[in-house]
């Protein structure tokens, strides 16, 4: 298993776009999360997936936002409609059904740009 | 709110000194864990440290340790010896037991070891 593994690493689109990244976890971990970092800020946190169930998701996500994680392996991150707004780095981790006690690993990143 | 406060947006140190980074931290809760990564330029981020706030003693992981003050609500990281590759943005982190353990970053502070 080589980690967290996010595609694209760049994404450059023209705004009004829809785009779709996505994300395979490391295989044993049943929980994924999806961050945004914009510069100059730290990453903040946009949903959450226990196995396949999105069980949370942070008002930053807007309707133009939509995440699924089908079977509970990888995920998806559709933004609808881009804005400019949207570029940011958009950042997957995964982690095992959580005690507190365990690590979460982050991918390296999809970086939007919106023109 | 759950909160984290980096107050040093940029600090550099000569190799092999010591430097501490600060970090405070805002929340109601009880049970958490305090965290520092490390996201060196273009890779993904990663753990360097976690806390317990339930202990008292603060954690060490060979040349990074904490000064953990849970009344304060302080969580700064020290480096020792520090080393080239400990240029990097370092984010504090914390995260809520239970739910979706999900993280609240700080904005980061960017580190340069000048050589």
């Known amino acids: 298993d080589t980690g967290v593994s996010q595609d694209p690493r760049h994404k450059i689109t023209k705004r009004g776009q829809n785009v779709t990244f996505r994300c395979d976890p490391i295989s044993e971990h049943n929980r994924l999360y999806w961050y945004r970092q914009t510069l100059g800020q730290g990453p903040e946190f946009l949903t959450y997936?226990?196995?396949?169930?999105?069980?949370?998701k942070s008002r930053l996500l807007s309707d133009r936002f939509s995440a699924e994680r089908p079977k509970g392996s990888f995920s998806t991150l559709e933004i609808q409609r881009t804005e400019q707004g949207d570029s940011a780095m958009y950042l997957c981790a995964s982690s095992r059904t959580g005690t507190g006690d365990t690590e979460a690993f982050f991918g390296q990143g999809t970086r939007l740009t919106v023109v | 709110a759950q909160t984290v406060t980096q107050s040093q947006p940029e600090m550099s140190v000569q190799e092999a000194e010591t430097v501490t980074l600060s970090c405070t931290y805002d929340?109601?809760?009880?049970?958490?864990?305090l965290f520092w990564y490390k996201q060196p330029p273009s890779r993904q981020m990663i753990l360097v440290i976690r806390?317990?706030?339930?202990?008292?003693q603060n954690a060490t992981e060979n040349r990074f340790s904490v000064n953990f003050q849970k009344a304060a609500k302080s969580f700064s990281l020290k480096i020792s010896d520090s080393q080239l590759g400990d240029t990097a943005m370092y984010f504090c982190a914390f995260m809520i037991l239970g739910g979706s353990e999900k993280l609240v970053f700080g904005k980061g502070t960017k580190l340069t070891v000048n050589p």
């Open positions: 806390q317990e706030a339930y202990k008292q």
């Open positions: 997936f226990q196995n396949e169930a999105q069980l949370e």
């Open positions: 929340t109601s809760e009880n049970n958490y864990y």
